[in-house]
């Protein structure tokens, strides 16, 4: 309980006051001296609290804004003397801003709220106690809080929200986003996307309070106040230095070595990564010495680098063994970033076979001799998806003259021709192919058909796998690391990167991993199809066949040829294997349904546990031993500030079933506090409606899918390598809801 009435004062056995208790933060007990109701939803009250200090003052007041969702400015201060009070600040709210010219665009609403706060003194000179008469003071109640809560204006719509301080909690994610090479863009986009994996449903409302999803205008004044503008862009040999601090920082941490950069003899750079959750993979996954599934991604950053996906097949999905990061990708680049990659390998790899069986690739000359020297027993399949996208594509180039209505069937037949589940059906089908009235049409698709069926026997569809099904073995993991973890973003540099892999990326499969363990699929792990929009209109989506859509443009009465089978779109966007607005039409207007393996025995989710964890049962029960000391130890020597907070933990743990309690586990110190005040009244929210489909759209950033050059890297906004003895050496400003005026203040 967190208000109750004062037996000292008239409001003694008046313990009901709904309008004051919704908008009180929990982990304090308030003592109501007095409380009156103005007018509908305004109140006025006397709340005593046990406070001692300035700085507890200053929490409650950031605590306070946070559970009220009300945002309070300073109008008056007092010195820091006197005989009876300590410390006391007179505050209005941020709707009364007292403007100067009238004719000027502001939120003022001249409102009458404020609220008076003043600490009590409890010793005077040798520290001698206070002699006061009052009952409050010798109880401890020290802070008075005088609160007229008589606002003028809305309290939970979009608009107020969006006029809140960024909260201090907002600030140290900023912060360290900023240490880690992020950009004032890159580190806003990391946190809305990390909240939209905590919010799901909720995200529209989430984005709209800027305590916890600030603008950009803020993080770009933060960061230039943090680390000031450099007049010149990092050369290559800081950038470097820069990487091996940090890779070094992150085997710190880690207590072992994860990460390795190295450079080439022909001056090539080759990062490896195989972090923990990697390791176990290795150790703890028997499909791990099965199959394994290489892909790599190129344009992931300014610099141009690659990345190299190593994964394997589990019922959890496509789960990475390692991941490569290359300046190029020649054969001599990447075998020497696989020959650093295997020195992280842990004893044991590939469950103790020390090299996979079989690993599937696309068709990439390069990376498949180099996966040959590296691993020379190991059998190399081409992927599935890789077949089918390279066929897609060369059967929409205009330059091999395939008419735009034979372009479907001539792909429909070569996707018989790879399903095909023998080899007697697979030469069956091959001549049917070559006899196809359609086929006989064009002479170089004939000759192109030949070429790629001179190497059906490595194909991996044609793979006896013990029952495993190849299909979608690298399409699916690497949709999942670009499009819901990587975001298609180009604004990465190096550095970013290295901390997409080693934090963003980890993550993405711990999330996955409990989820399964748990019995569930989160909502990241579910694709969020695009917003079409205006764009598309539904009623125009011509189905051609099973899988093939055409999709006409409203806007410019264009028609996209859409693919569900392999996922492709003649557009831009979808040509690449990107989720479209086109593609997402398809799914909306015709309900296709996705698929997710789910675990079905108790020993495999035990397996996932493990490995998304990495812990034992004993390990854990020593750190539930030593949380336990730590309790105890804060309760004995601050009881004044830790009793009622840890007596708020021990009712709600009591209260909780075992499904509530693992719940609430995984989400410890995870989530925002954002009251339910501000995130339930949908009608208050005076938005367009078009407000919240946008902010569920794909935020900022430079898509990996435009064509032409890479934007050039602007020295004000990236000065990633700085050292960190020099971002040390900055002033850093602590910040708080009220103090906050220099970054974003009334306007």
């Not at 090539?268 to 990697?278: D, E, F, G, Y």
């Not at 670009?482 to 993550?507: C, I, M, P, W």
């Not at 995984?666 to 506090?673: A, D, E, I, N, Y």
């Not at 009244?681 to 950033?701: E, F, H, N, Y």
Request: charge should be positive; proline fraction near 5%.
């Amino acid at each position: 309980m967190n208000m109750t009435s004062c037996p000292h004062c008239q409001q003694a056995g008046k313990a009901e006051h709904p309008l004051l208790e919704k908008i009180l933060p929990e982990g304090y007990v308030h003592l109501v001296c007095s409380y009156e109701e103005t007018a509908q939803a305004q109140f006025r009250a006397l709340i005593k609290l046990r406070i001692t200090s300035e700085d507890e003052v200053r929490s409650w007041l950031e605590d306070f804004q946070i559970s009220s969702g009300h945002t309070w400015r300073k109008s008056k201060t007092y010195p820091n003397t006197g005989r009876y009070n300590a410390y006391r600040v007179d505050l209005r709210c941020q709707y009364n801003t007292f403007p100067k010219t009238e004719g000027k665009k502001t939120k003022n609403t001249s409102c009458s709220a404020t609220m008076y706060l003043v600490l009590k003194r409890h010793t005077h000179s040798q520290d001698r106690k206070s002699r006061s008469a009052d009952p409050h003071i010798k109880d401890g109640y020290l802070l008075n809080v005088n609160l007229r809560h008589e606002h003028n204006h809305q309290l939970s719509c979009a608009d107020v929200m969006q006029k809140r301080d960024v909260s201090a909690e907002t600030v140290a994610k900023l912060k360290a986003l900023f240490e880690r090479g992020h950009s004032p863009s890159s580190a806003l986009d990391m946190i809305m996307y990390d909240l939209q994996e905590q919010e799901g449903e909720n995200y529209a409302y989430a984005a709209a309070d800027r305590s916890i999803c600030p603008d950009i205008q803020f993080c770009y004044r933060l960061y230039y106040k943090l680390f000031p503008a450099t007049s010149s862009s990092p050369s290559k040999e800081e950038m470097l230095v820069d990487l091996k601090d940090r890779l070094h920082q992150y085997n710190v941490v880690q207590g072992d070595t994860n990460a390795k950069i190295e450079k080439t003899p022909d001056g090539q750079l080759v990062i490896a990564v195989c972090s923990p959750l990697m390791k176990r993979v290795h150790t703890k996954l028997r499909e791990s010495g099965e199959i394994m599934s290489v892909d790599s991604s190129g344009n992931c950053d300014r610099q141009d680098h690659r990345i190299f996906l190593l994964l394997t097949h589990s019922a959890a999905g496509e789960l990475p063994l390692g991941v490569l990061m290359t300046t190029s990708s020649n054969q001599s680049t990447v075998t020497s970033g696989l020959q650093l990659l295997q020195t992280l390998l842990p004893g044991g790899s590939f469950f103790g076979r020390e090299r996979p069986d079989v690993v599937v690739t696309d068709d990439c000359g390069a990376l498949r001799h180099s996966l040959q020297a590296v691993f020379p027993e190991a059998r190399l399949l081409l992927s599935q998806s890789h077949l089918l996208r390279a066929m897609w594509k060369w059967l929409w180039s205009a330059h091999n003259g395939v008419a735009k209505q034979d372009r479907p069937p001539l792909l429909n037949s070569f996707k018989s021709l790879v399903y095909a589940d023998s080899a007697p059906s697979r030469t069956l089908q091959y001549k049917r192919c070559l006899a196809d009235p359609v086929t006989v049409k064009y002479p170089r698709f004939l000759h192109h058909l030949a070429e790629v069926y001179g190497r059906h026997e490595d194909w991996a569809v044609c793979l006896p796998t013990g029952g495993h099904n190849t299909n979608r073995l690298v399409d699916s993991p690497v949709k999942v690391v670009k499009e819901e973890a990587l975001h298609r973003l180009r604004s990465y540099n190096t550095t970013q990167l290295v901390d997409f892999v080693t934090t963003r990326l980890e993550g993405h499969y711990v999330r996955r991993l409990t989820d399964l363990a748990d019995q569930g699929m989160s909502e990241f792990s579910r694709a969020k199809p695009f917003l079409h929009g205006n764009d598309v209109d539904p009623e125009k989506i011509a189905q051609v066949d099973q899988d093939h859509y055409v999709v006409q443009s409203a806007k410019t009465e264009m028609e996209y040829d859409v693919n569900t089978a392999i996922g492709c779109c003649t557009c831009a966007a979808g040509v690449t294997g990107a989720l479209c607005k086109h593609q997402s039409a398809v799914m909306n207007t015709f309900s296709h349904p996705e698929s997710f393996p789910h675990v079905t025995t108790p020993e495999m989710r035990k397996i996932y546990q493990e490995i998304a964890a990495g812990s034992s049962g004993e390990h854990l029960e020593e750190m539930i031993q030593k949380l336990c000391r730590s309790l105890t130890d804060k309760l004995k020597n601050d009881p004044q500030t830790f009793s009622a907070p840890i007596r708020s933990f021990l009712g709600t743990y009591g209260r909780l079933n075992d499904s509530s309690l693992r719940s609430a586990l995984f989400r410890f110190g995870k989530v925002p506090q954002v009251t339910p005040i501000n995130l339930q009244p949908l009608k208050l929210m005076g938005v367009q409606p078009t407000a919240i489909a946008s902010r569920k759209a794909a935020v900022r950033g430079r898509r990996a899918v435009i064509l032409g050059r890479p934007a050039k890297c602007s020295p004000r906004e990236h000065p990633y390598s700085k050292k960190q003895q020099s971002r040390k050496s900055e002033p850093h400003s602590t910040s708080t809801c009220v103090e906050n005026t220099s970054l974003g203040g009334d306007q």
